[in-house]
C-alpha cells in the first residue's frame, strides 16, 4: 500500500481540491481527480526524503479554519488601513523565534504568515531558528509574535511531530 499510496493525505488533498476547482462531481472529473491524486505523490516521493508526520491529522481542520477567519479580519482591516490616511499606517519588520523543527511545519508556517493580509515572511535564518516577518501595521512587536505563536505555530506544533 505504502509503495502504491505513498502519502493518502496528499492524495486526497489533491482530489479534494481538483473537484473543488471543478466545481463539479462528473464521474470524468472525479477519475481524472483519482488519476493526478495517485500519480503526482508516486512521482514525487523522492523529493519527499522527510516525510511529514502527523501526529494530530485531525487538528489540520481547526487550523484551516482559525486561518481562512483571520485572513477574513485581515482583508477587512487592511482595507480599512489602506483606505484610510496612509500617515497612520507603521510598517516594520518583526523576527519571529521559531520552536518548529519540522521544515515541512516551518514551511506551512511561512505560507500561513505571508497568505494572512498585512503580513509576509521575508527571511528565514539559516539555522531555522527565526524567521523575519514585515507587517503592515505594527504597533507592539511582541504582541504580534505572541499572536503568531499561539495563533499559528502552536497549533503546528501539535499538528507535526516536532
Do not use: C, W
Given at each position: 500500500m505504502n509503495r502504491w499510496l505513498p502519502q493518502p493525505l496528499l492524495s486526497l488533498s489533491l482530489l479534494v481540491v481538483w473537484l473543488?476547482?471543478?466545481?463539479?462531481?462528473?464521474?470524468?472529473?472525479i477519475l481524472l481527480g483519482l488519476c493526478i491524486a495517485l500519480a503526482l505523490p508516486l512521482f514525487t516521493v523522492r523529493f519527499w526524503p522527510d516525510r511529514p508526520r502527523l501526529r494530530r491529522p485531525l487538528k489540520i481542520l481547526t487550523y484551516i479554519l482559525v486561518l481562512l477567519w483571520d485572513i477574513t479580519l485581515a482583508n477587512l482591516t487592511v482595507a480599512r488601513l489602506i483606505l484610510g490616511p496612509t500617515a497612520r499606517l507603521r510598517p516594520a519588520f518583526i523576527r519571529l523565534p521559531l520552536d518548529l523543527c519540522n521544515d515541512f511545519a516551518i514551511v506551512v508556517l511561512t505560507s500561513t504568515?505571508?497568505?494572512?493580509?498585512?503580513?509576509?515572511?521575508a527571511d528565514i535564518s539559516p539555522d531555522r531558528r527565526s524567521l523575519l516577518i514585515h507587517a503592515l501595521d505594527v504597533e507592539d512587536p511582541e504582541q504580534i509574535v505572541a499572536h503568531l505563536k499561539r495563533r499559528y505555530e502552536q497549533p503546528l506544533q501539535e499538528i507535526f511531530e516536532c
Open positions: 473543488l476547482l471543478g466545481n463539479t462531481l462528473a464521474l470524468g472529473q504568515i505571508s497568505l494572512t493580509p498585512g503580513t509576509v515572511s
